[in-house]
Structures are given as structure tokens and as C-alpha cells.
Nanobody, 122 residues
Framework: QVQLVESGGGLVQAGGSLRLSCAAS????????MAWFRQAPGKEREFVARISRRGGSTDYADSVKGRFTISRDNAKNTAYLQMNSLKPEDTAVYYCAADASLGSRPVDYDYWGQGTQVTVSS
């Protein structure tokens, strides 16, 4: 069983930056693929970014490419999402997810955090 806790959300003006963190319980190390998803009001949960077990491979949604960076520190059992040049359309609850296999759909991930709100004002 893996427990994930996100932090770092908040209110920021358009063009600003935030860094989200996802702390995993236990000695998960490089056991799991880590990903970020987001869900805006009235919309389905959507893929944002994912990172392979040892961090050598990353993938991003087209909407965030060039602005967001996913990373991980396996010694600290923590994944990060650096978000730059934020836009109002980035406003959503951001969720961290983990799974043993690589995927980009919510159904591909077994473990989820509780979410952290990101609000970007125009």
C-alpha cells in the first residue's frame, strides 16, 4: 500500500510559478512510475505529466509542454511538478498518482493523493 500526499498548491497570478510536491509513504524509492493529473470543475481528470521509475524518461500533455517539468528524488520518496508561465486554464485540483506500470490514463494508476488546489488568476 502506498500513500501519497501532495502539497504546494495555491493562488498565483497568470505568468507566475508554483512547485507541487508529492511525498510517498514508505520506502517506495524507484518502485513506481509517478504521474500528475488535474481536474477542473465540470471536467474529466486529465493527464499532465509522468516520470519513469528512475527518472530517465518523462512525458507531458501537449497543453503543458515547455512550461511544466516533472522530476523525482527517490532518496526522498518525493515527486515534483514545477509549473511556470501559469495560465488561468491551468486552474484545477492537481493529483499525484503512482503505479508499477507506465500509463497516461487515470485508470492506469492504483494509488492517488488527495489533491491540491491550484488557482491561476488573470
Amino acid at each position: 500500500q502506498v500513500q501519497l500526499v501532495e502539497s504546494g498548491g495555491g493562488l498565483v497570478q497568470a505568468g507566475g510559478s508554483l512547485r507541487l510536491s508529492c511525498a510517498a509513504s514508505g520506502r517506495t524509492g524507484s518502485r513506481y512510475v509517478m504521474a500528475w493529473f488535474r481536474q477542473a470543475p465540470g471536467k474529466e481528470r486529465e493527464f499532465v505529466a509522468r516520470i519513469s521509475r528512475r527518472g530517465g524518461s518523462t512525458d507531458y500533455a501537449d497543453s503543458v509542454k515547455g512550461r511544466f517539468t516533472i522530476s523525482r528524488d527517490n532518496a526522498k520518496n518525493t515527486a515534483y511538478l514545477q509549473m511556470n508561465s501559469l495560465k488561468p486554464e491551468d486552474t484545477a485540483v492537481y493529483y499525484c498518482a503512482a503505479d508499477a506500470s507506465l500509463g497516461s490514463r487515470p485508470v492506469d494508476y492504483d494509488y492517488w493523493g488527495q489533491g491540491t488546489q491550484v488557482t491561476v488568476s488573470s
